[in-house]
């Protein structure tokens, strides 16, 4: 029986890799396309950016950009599928978008933030998620900021902490629940283990938990659809699933987590094409992918009366070890099923097959 089971399990197969003479710190797929892109910092401190394209088994380098500032983390997501514009954060607290086709001066640019942005996401573009196309970014300042690229320097929204209270590393950002016009949420993870959820139909806190180590990574299942699921990982190697369709007044939403392995989990992916599917990467070296099962009822009411979540459970589909180095990011292709890249601080990047996805 578990030979026939083994024989069905997806395999993760490493497909191209390419050395770097730089350090990569994000890499992301060109939406319809067969291109990619690496975004990291030269040893001299310039920010690289270089878009290489897949021809068969090998990664063809198409152009390399130098900027001044090391880039830490991109987003194609809040511009049109025709514009494909790239919005960046680097080392020194700028948000800056970029046509590729003409990357010598950005298309928009704002200093964001007053030290790096750690991380950044879009929505509201490619034909993902309602409502206006919006950039969000977080910062080792503390502050989690919107910013909406037809208003020039200043953010559509601003969260950080209150006064008085002491400023947390920011150190990833999501949006979710832009189902249509007017709902939108952010989701914000700190590096002392706080998860706050930002409404920004309403502009305040709509929930905050925390996992008691560093947030190093939060994605909804789907950006463009009513809350569903958020993962986030943490620092020492655990992450958590969230069941987002029941909200409890005091309890909050329901929860299961896995201790995947002894090192950090530095970011999380959803399988574009099925989002019960995530692949985790780690500071060991390895990706471990994921199944999520839902429990036969998501909600039950408690002593009084009131709506609560019920968590699913997680099994491990497969794991691979690929390098000696933290694999530092991930990113599934949005076009074809099973195709990913993930980037490592073995200073290179992978092009990966995951095989028999239609059949789980």
Same mark, same amino acid.
């Given at each position: 029986m578990s030979a026939a089971l083994g024989a069905e399990r997806p395999q993760v197969v490493?497909?191209?890799?390419?050395?770097?003479?730089?350090?990569?710190?994000?890499?992301?797929?060109? +939406?319809?396309? /067969?291109?990619?892109?690496?975004?990291?910092s030269a040893a001299r401190g310039a920010g690289v950016v270089q878009l290489?394209?897949?021809?068969?088994?090998?990664?063809?380098?198409?152009?390399?950009?130098?900027?001044?500032k090391p880039i830490k983390c991109g987003t194609f997501g809040a511009t049109s599928l025709q514009q494909r514009y790239l919005a960046t954060g680097d080392f020194d607290g700028n948000l800056n978008i970029w046509n590729l086709e003409a990357p010598e001066m950005?298309?928009?640019?704002?200093?964001g933030h007053k030290e790096?942005?750690?991380?950044?996401?879009?929505?509201?573009?490619?034909?993902?998620?309602?409502? /206006?196309?919006e950039i969000v970014t977080g910062s080792r300042d503390g502050t989690v900021r919107v910013w909406d690229p037809r208003q020039r320097d200043i953010p559509v929204a601003n969260m950080e902490p209150v006064q008085g209270e002491s400023k947390r590393d920011c150190w990833t950002v999501a949006f979710g629940n832009a189902y249509n016009q007017e709902e939108r949420v952010v989701c914000a993870g700190y590096d002392n283990g706080d998860i706050k959820l930002f409404d920004l139909k309403t502009m305040s806190l709509r929930w905050e938990t925390n996992i008691?180590?560093?947030?190093?990574?939060?994605?909804?299942?789907?950006?463009?659809?009513?809350?569903?699921?958020?993962v986030?990982?943490?620092?020492?190697?655990?992450?958590?699933?969230?069941?987002?369709?029941?909200?409890?007044?005091?309890?909050?939403? /329901?929860?299961?987590?896995?201790?995947?392995?002894?090192?950090?989990?530095?970011?999380?992916?959803?399988?574009?094409?099925?989002?019960?599917i995530f692949m985790t990467s780690g500071?060991?070296?390895?990706?471990?992918?994921?199944?999520?099962?839902? +429990?036969?009822?998501?909600?039950k009411k408690d002593s009084e009366g009131s709506e609560m979540g019920v968590a699913g459970s997680v099994s491990l589909?497969?794991?691979?070890?690929?390098?000696?180095?933290?694999?530092?990011?991930?990113?599934?292709?949005?076009?074809?099923?099973?195709? =990913?890249? =993930?980037?490592?601080?073995?200073?290179?990047?992978?092009?990966?097959?995951?095989?028999?996805?239609?059949?789980?």
């Open positions: 490493s497909h191209v890799q390419q050395a770097l003479s730089y350090t990569v710190f994000d890499c992301k797929w060109v +939406p319809r396309s /067969a291109r990619l892109l690496c975004l990291g290489y394209e897949l021809h068969g088994a090998r990664l063809e380098l198409l152009r390399e950009i130098e900027k001044p950005p298309v928009y640019s704002v200093k790096i942005i750690n991380s950044i996401d879009g929505v509201g573009g490619l034909g993902i998620g309602e409502g /206006a196309p008691k180590n560093g947030v190093c990574s939060v994605e909804f299942d789907r950006k463009d659809i009513n809350m569903n699921k958020l986030a990982t943490s620092l020492e190697g655990k992450f958590h699933v969230f069941d987002m369709r029941t909200q409890h007044p005091t309890k909050g939403f /329901a929860s299961v987590s896995e201790k995947a392995q002894k090192s950090t989990i530095w970011q999380v992916r959803h399988l574009p094409q099925n989002r019960d500071g060991s070296g390895s990706l471990h992918l994921w199944k999520y099962e839902y +429990p036969a009822q998501r909600s589909l497969q794991n691979v070890t690929l390098s000696t180095q933290p694999i530092s990011s991930l990113d599934w292709s949005p076009d074809k099923k099973g195709l =990913c890249v =993930c980037g490592a601080f073995d200073q290179t990047v992978r092009v990966l097959i995951v095989t028999k996805l239609n059949k789980i």
